[in-house]
């Protein structure tokens, strides 16, 4: 990197000396992101507070050849926001205008620093919603969301992040600017939009997002149902899917995560001593067919063994129900000094097994893990809870996550459903990819930033790819 | 020795096929390895291969030293009922894998344009999706990953099996609507739905604008067809506009739709077709994209619809066209020169609306090309990309046009 100096020097010209963080002090609130087991310092942060300020810093960078990072509020949980010694930091929350909201269409053109929930608020009047909704989502932001292709909940009916992005301003590492998708969703030439969404940052900053909002259901039914066994409650979600009943969410949590939230400020009123509850919410636009179904999913999950199954009766009951679940990372919190969200997915059919491996894991191990995670999708999410200034402690979170991630790959599943790989996931990424296909995913980050620049060092393990030079041709 | 002599020594006899009119050599590899083998071959020769499905949906008459094609890739390895997946080969009829589907109540809930016997991967490589992206998506959303053979022979995997998958960068996209730019698709990962209990179809016959505010009101009222399609009287066979309503799903929920249509029809008598008649008035439009020689798609939101509808009226005509307003989509086919399909791609740009080729004679699409000019600085970026997956330019695709 130039010098250091020099370089805030140049990038407080454009941003302002407040904008600009040099001092250690303040680089450190930047080191992790929602997963503590990285730290890395960046050696500046920059925060413009503009798209015309944004563009100048990336083309400034782009002269001196300095790489960076684009972080949203830092939410993620991979390490993927995190910016080595020599790369800048770009923190985009100050770009938080919703520009456009288009009742008629369905859409808003928002800047990428715009939280999720506030996103969500305002489109309400509008008697729309914005549906990706992960649990971060109160502080998260849509061009976070991009990156990650981020999920949530309600993304069993909806959709996740990538279905509800129709167009992107996007600005590459030499600061050119591209537009990519279309306001219909449909693409000009390839579908840009569908390769951009999920790639981690490594593509580049989307400036300007695009998005799909859907109306707001005009009926909601809320169940809690709960289980004597966490095998039952796999049944009970393979049995509702199987009706083809499209569930807006189907959450599970383990007994564990239940008494943890029941212990907490966000206690909702899980029985403590079930194996597990499931959180189900039946939605649409029809009143009758969602009591319809609702009456269908409560037979389902009696015969399959719930031990009883609670209406939320009111709104706010309902959101109750929700805050015990959404909150639920932030109770296991009180177990422990740290917390790792792990992220997988299964086939559903194999959630009762892997559950069942899981928990042999943690017994091996002697570590506490909750499951709290989206059943209907097989998206898993255990928690292992520990403190990490225990290095041998640390040693056998990193070995036991190792074996979790291997068992969800036996079983037909992959390393992240919506949490990405970043820097926390890459040791896995050849277990579910040959070297070929890493090779690919290299060369095509290549053709949006030649140099990789942007987010050196995430999602693909380079000394694992393939070379994917052009072959000679005799 | 000839192409066709290596090919055969490469391959066996088993997978040449009989040559169409223009004596290209029709090649028919029995295994996704084989067409590896095959590409790998011609990128070293710099030979130039055009690919094949069926041979129902794009016309197979690209310039090209060997026609690829991918019909005898017709397994399916995997259907998985209890997790709604299926893994099937590129080459399978679509036909087959409904049926097989069925057979295990499970449904892939798309319905593209063409013969019933097109291929799985001439869908996703074209991602031509119809009526029923109302109400589940573009094509894309259907898949949870491909693998693919890069024109110069390499296998490359992406996505996964499970319903939801965010480990390393999105191919899948990258191929679907792709055209074959980006290598040939082998086999492909799908997201199913369980067969729906109830599906029923209404139709309401009357003037375009009429329909258009009928459609708007559906929407309205909260209904959540699964097709919402607006056909043009030629294509539908009947004397006027016809607005297609399917409604799909658990009994409660159709049963609730169907309530509620009556209501939003604004007097109008929406008419309900018996199962053997909706079938085939569905197989019937699907069927009309294929039988004439260009068909296009663009995308325009909701509001635009009407707009658009008329353009393509006063320019092309309007004989043959079926929309879904509210999904953005309208699909034209008919006959139309090189100069009416760039000036009318030039007026929708400025519309700020993508018109996609979908097929067309390659006199045609290697003029105006399945995606014309591209925005400034996306030409760059797809070019870098081919380079990447077709470095010899093995793979003849008319992508941008001359």
Redesign the interface.
């Known amino acids: 990197m130039s010098s250091l100096p020099h370089l805030a020097r140049d990038l407080s010209a454009i941003v302002g000396d407040r904008h600009v963080r040099a001092a250690r002090a303040e680089r450190l609130t930047y080191s992790m992101d929602g997963l503590p087991t990285h730290r890395r310092v960046p050696d500046l942060v920059v925060l413009p507070g503009s798209r015309e300020e944004l563009i100048a810093v990336v083309r400034l960078l782009a002269a001196l050849d300095v790489p960076f990072v684009p972080r949203g509020a830092g939410t993620g949980l991979s390490g993927g926001a995190l910016a080595d010694v020599g790369s800048v930091l770009l923190v985009l929350t100050r770009l938080n205008r919703i520009l456009r909201i ?1 009742r ?4 808003a053109v928002v800047e990428p620093g715009v939280v999720n929930a506030k996103l969500g608020a305002a489109a309400k009047p509008h008697g729309l919603q914005y549906a990706p909704d992960p649990s971060s989502q109160s502080a998260c932001t849509i061009g976070g969301n991009v990156a ?2 981020a ?1 949530g909940p309600h ?1 069993l009916k909806y ?2 992040t ?2 509800h992005i129709l167009a992107l301003e996007v600005l ?1 590492a030499d600061g ?5 998708g ?14 951009f ?3 981690e940052g ?1 593509f580049g900053i989307a400036t300007r997002i695009t998005v799909r909002l859907t ?1 707001i259901p ?1 009926a909601v039914r809320t169940l809690l149902a709960d289980f004597s066994a966490l095998r039952t409650a796999g049944e009970a979600v ?1 049995a509702i ?6 569930p807006a969410a189907l959450e599970m949590m383990d007994q564990s995560c239940i008494r943890a939230v029941e212990d907490s400020v966000y206690a909702a009123g899980y029985p403590r001593d079930a194996a597990a509850v499931l959180l189900v919410e039946i939605d ?3 009143a ?2 969602v009591l ?2 609702t009456d ?1 999913v409560t037979e389902l999950l009696r015969k399959s063994g719930a031990r009883s199954v609670r209406s939320a009766a009111s709104e706010a009951e309902r959101e109750r129900l929700w805050q015990g679940r959404k909150k639920a990372f932030g109770a296991m919190g009180r177990l422990s000094r740290d917390l790792v969200v792990q992220d997988a ?5 194999a959630i009762p097994q892997v559950l069942e491996t899981i928990a042999t894991i943690a017994q091996r191990y002697g570590l506490v893990v909750s499951n709290v995670f ?1 059943a209907g ?3 898993l999410h255990p928690n292992i809870s520990f403190d990490a200034t225990d290095p041998a402690l640390k040693q056998r979170v990193e070995a036991a996550s190792a074996e979790i991630m291997e068992t969800c790959i036996a079983a ?10 970043g820097i926390d ?1 890459l040791r896995y ?1 050849p277990l ?3 070297a ?3 090779g ?2 290299h ?3 290549k ?2 930033d030649p140099e990789e620049r942007v987010n050196p060092g995430k ?2 393990p380079v000394h694992a790819c393939r070379e ?1 030079a ?2 000679a ?2 | 020795m000839t192409i066709l002599e290596k090919v055969t020594a490469l391959l066996g006899e088993g997978a040449v096929l009989e040559a169409g009119t223009d004596r290209v050599p029709r090649i028919a590899p029995g295994s996704p390895d084989a067409i590896a083998l095959l590409l790998g071959t011609a990128h070293q020769e710099g030979w130039r291969v055009r690919i094949e499905g069926a041979g129902t949906w794009l016309q197979s008459d690209a310039p090209a030293d060997l026609a690829l094609t991918t019909r005898r890739l017709d397994r399916i390895p995997a259907i998985e009922p209890s997790d709604l997946t299926a893994t099937a080969e590129a080459g399978i009829g679509l036909d087959q894998l409904r049926q097989q589907l069925a057979d295990r109540g499970a449904w892939l809930a798309i319905d593209p344009p063409g013969l019933a016997g097109r291929t799985l991967g001439s869908v996703v490589s074209t991602a031509t999706a119809g009526p029923l992206r109302h109400g589940f998506g573009p094509i894309k959303d259907h898949l949870l990953g491909v693998t693919f053979v890069t024109g110069d022979g390499r296998m490359v995997q992406s996505g996964g099996r499970v319903m939801k998958n965010v480990a390393g960068y999105d191919l899948t996209r990258l191929q679907a609507g792709g055209f074959g730019a980006f290598g040939v698709i082998v086999l492909v990962h799908l997201r199913l739905r369980t067969l729906p209990r109830a599906d029923v179809t209404y139709v309401l016959e009357g003037a375009r604008e009429d329909l258009t505010q009928v459609g708007e009101d559906i929407a309205a009222a909260g209904l959540t067809p699964a097709a919402l399609e607006l056909v043009s009287p030629a294509l539908a066979r009947r004397e006027r506009w016809v607005l297609a309503v399917r409604l799909a799903g658990s009994p409660a929920l159709v049963a609730a739709d169907e309530a509620g249509l009556g209501a939003a029809s604004g007097g109008g008598r929406f008419a309900p077709l018996r199962a053997e008649e909706a079938h085939a008035f569905w197989m019937r439009l699907a069927e009309g994209f294929a039988v004439r020689p260009v068909t296009f798609r663009i995308g325009g939101v909701p509001t635009a619809s009407d707009e658009l509808l008329d353009l393509l009226q006063h320019q092309l005509g309007d004989e043959w066209i079926s929309a879904s307003p509210a999904a953005g989509a309208i699909r034209w086919t008919g006959d139309a020169s090189v100069d009416r399909l760039q000036r009318l791609r030039r007026t929708l740009a400025g519309l700020e609306v993508p018109l996609t080729l979908e097929r067309a004679p390659w006199a045609l699409r290697g003029a105006v090309g399945h995606f014309g000019a591209y925005r400034e600085g996306v030409g760059p970026l797809v070019a870098g990309l081919r380079r990447t997956f077709d470095p010899g330019g093995a793979l003849v695709v008319a992508t941008e046009g001359t």
């Open positions: 288009d008629d269409n369905g859409l990650e292709n999920g993304c959709g996740v990538a279905n590459l050119s600017l591209v537009e990519i279309s306001p219909a969703g449909e693409s000009w030439g390839p579908d840009l939009v569908g390769v969404v999920g790639s490594n109306p005009r393979s899917i199987a009706a083809g009943i499209v649409g636009r029809n009758d067919a319809a179904e269908l997915v299964v086939p559903r059919s989206h999708d097989g998206n037909g599943g992959t390393i992240t459903g919506e949490h990405g790989v996931k990424m579910i990819f040959d070929e296909s890493l690919a995913m060369a095509v980050r053709v949006f999602v693909v994917w052009s072959r041709v005799a």
